[in-house]
């Protein structure tokens, strides 16, 4: 019933692109305090995502597979298989999506996942901003923003 309603909370935002996503593969790298924004803005594109296989890791990636996202379980801070997947993901033509300060942070501090991906793959990488109308900021390590139902989110980047 939760994931039910984490579905319709995700679905009932207004998401918008300030410009035109690309057509080709690309490497979406974001703060992990926007997973949730990001998550509704990018649905039902065949984008491959990595996901903690921890408690919370569990609800979220059912909540991206049903919305359209190939998900992987894994880590990016423990080992690479969880990396290697988004590789082939794009070296089969599809985009992935990276927090750009990995699994545990400190926020607002990119890691080398993305670029390493990015440079790797020969795929750019397309670092989003969002913006956001009404939302709420967790009590968590990256202050975690969930947009209000039906509010607005603004995403743009060097797209």
């Given amino acids: 019933m939760l994931n039910f309603l984490l579905k319709l909370l995700v679905l ?3 998401v918008r692109f300030r410009g035109t996503l690309p057509n080709y593969p690309i490497v979406i790298g974001l703060w992990h305090c926007d ?4 998550l509704a803005a990018f649905k039902n594109r065949q984008i491959a995502v990595l996901i903690s296989q921890s408690g919370d890791g569990e609800r979220f990636a059912k909540l991206a ?3 359209g996202y190939s998900v992987f379980r894994g880590s990016s ?3 690479q298989e969880g990396v290697r997947h988004l590789l082939r993901a794009l070296q089969n033509g599809n985009s992935a999506g990276m927090a750009l300060d990995g699994p ?4 607002g501090v990119a890691k080398d996942g993305a670029a390493w991906l990015s440079s790797r793959s020969a795929t750019p990488l397309m670092q989003v901003e969002v913006k956001y109308g009404w939302h709420i900021s967790l009590n968590s390590w990256d202050k975690t923003k969930i947009p ?4 607005r989110v603004t995403l743009s980047g060097n797209f």
């Fill in 77 to 79: 801070s423990r080992g």
């Fill in 104 to 107: 545990r942070g400190p926020a």
């Fill in 35 to 38: 997973l949730p924004a990001c």
């Fill in 65 to 67: 597979g049903e919305l």
């Fill in 148 to 151: 209000l139902p039906f509010s």
């Fill in 12 to 14: 009932s935002w207004r």
